[in-house]
């Protein structure tokens, strides 16, 4: 495959057939400043398929030091950043405290059951981590420590302590306490509030208890139908204050409002810090899948075939993050999806609101809406986004999502184990449930730019955007460090993410809960110039797409300063140019036509070219290599070459040239094809079939392919 084919080609152009609409990818990774690399790697030693080992990390700017949560071992660890180059790639911690040792000092009747969070102190060398009972009704607690592990208080919260943070002044630490009905449903059986624990640091960490906020307010009949014309998920005859679950909390930058992640309810809850009130809960609506731009791929049929789909999906977020732009709040979501498994299989009060359905042979997992309300009757729906979307904090309005390009760019990136699982290698093998699982969010700002970094909980990775402007996120880069030769090597399944604010070497933490790792991830800015040098393009129409042809490589000019725009392509140019395009071995025959040698310096491109189908001689014995090539045949080389690649085009919602009887019949496909794809087309209505093709006009189709 061409190492010049970009997301944006494969996808618009391999799919501008019936079936895959193209996409919806707003900027090219070779176009954009930065690029993800790693810098360095911490081990636990400690692999769970079913994750939870080093699930959360947070940095800590007062000692340069990166700390983390590890579920299995109930220890956080810290790991120096002021580590040599040659022990990089093999961290060691320079702290580890036992929590749940800990916290039998504080409670000898406090029964451990999870290390779920962890934050650091904006002002202060503190830290604070969120620890469950076993018990699943029980109170969990905040443990207050300094960044050397002394303990500084324990504060009780309430059950399952899910996710911690502190708010950007430093004032005040919150817990977003998701309240499951771990044990099922069923008479006896305890459902727990969902809650949020927020505690005042203003009279010092030791001093701090927590106040408990619920959602009680939200009880009455009244309350219930707003929520569900919110189109908040509820379960029907459970009130509100049961149901609802938080799963993240995010604070605003001025510290006045939290806005906390309801994932299994699909809404987002409004906390004013001041007043202590949850002010609003907003359900965030459905993901139409048979829109344009929104084209998944559902069916576990080991191919990859992203296409539109007459299902909504439920965002559900899991991680949010919050930034400002010109004074307005945003809130960007990764948008997991994550269904309802309660109690113990095969008893009476286990709760599942998954469903799996035949489609077309392949089983796809639908919610089971038969005991919720907030959806609408007549349609189906799956769980999540498989995407990432950004939110405007007064309205809740979705004012950006980044519709396919997850699976799209995947795709592009892993075909052999295209959404595969985290447990697993095996291409398609998420495919009918949820996909790649964006898991976590962070946002990091580098200059005057803002970017946010997505975690894709399944086949791994990370997706940089740039998210400047919130209605306009373009794609910046995205890397994987997983080792695909085995089910789980290399770091799998990213569930935290904390960013380094540093202006001359900013990084990414990411904590692999699968793979227990954690790696350091430079954000490298690209050094790209410029210039080319050509004089004659500084006024040209064209000068873009000549510069952009030139830097990589397909082109050259006449001489160093100049490019000759106006002057024809010759049909051996064109076999150079295609050639170098896909990058492919030269033929290692000569051509067989007379009039070009096997001496010819363009003898092997023009033997590539006619051995592939791409072009043709102009009869058995002739090529006729120095001769202009004209528009109708640059469009057949084109299309011939895309289909070389695997690319093929269609062409029955053409709108018909007036000069169409002059487009010769063997290469009206290709004409029309490449005018429905937006590659080439002509003026004035006509084509101009015969007419030589320029070296700007060839410049700008073959812009668009690596665009």
Known sequence: M?????????????????????????????????????????????????????????YN????????????????EALS??????????????????????LKTVDSKFQYGDLTSIAVHPKENVIVASVQAEGFNDYGYAVFLTGEGKLLNAVKVEPQPDNITFSPDGTKALTANEGEPREGYGEGIIDPQGSISMMDLTKGFENTVAKTITFEAYDSSEKREELLASQVILKKDTKPSLDLEPEYITVSEDSKFAYVALQENNAIAKLDLTSSEVVSIEGMGFKDFSVKGNEIDLRKDDQIKLQNENYFGIYMPDGMATYSVNGKNYIVTANEGDAREWGEEDTESFHLNETEKEVDGNEIVFYDTAEYEGFAEEKEYIFGGRSFSIIDADTMEVVYDSGSDFERITAEKFPEYFNASNDKVKLDNRSGKKGPEPEDVKIGKIGDEIFAFIGLERIGGIMMYNITDPTNAEFVDYLNLRDFSQDIAGDVSPEGLAFVSDEKAPQLFVGHEVSGTVTVLNILEKHVENKVGFKDIENHWAKNQIIAVTKAGLFSGVNESTFAPNKSLTRGQTAIVLNSLAYDEKAKKGPSFKDVGASSPIANDIAWATENKIMSGKNATTFAPNQSITREEFALAIYNYLSYEGINLDASNQSTYKDDGKINKNAKQAVYALQQAGLMTGSNGNFNPNQPLTRAHAATVLAKLID
């Open 2 to 58: 061409s190492k010049f084919l970009s997301f944006k080609t494969l996808f618009t152009l391999s799919m501008a057939a019936a079936v895959v609409v193209a996409p919806t990818i707003s900027a090219n990774a070779a176009e954009n400043k930065y690029k993800l690399s790693l810098e360095a790697r911490y081990d636990s030693g400690v692999q769970n398929p079913e994750g939870g080992t080093t699930e959360i990390v947070a």
């Open 61 to 76: 700017k007062h000692n340069h030091s990166t700390y983390v949560v590890n579920g299995k071992t109930k220890k956080v």
């Open 81 to 102: 950043l002021n580590y040599q180059k040659a022990d990089a790639l093999s961290l060691k911690p320079f702290l580890s405290i036992d929590i749940a040792e800990l």
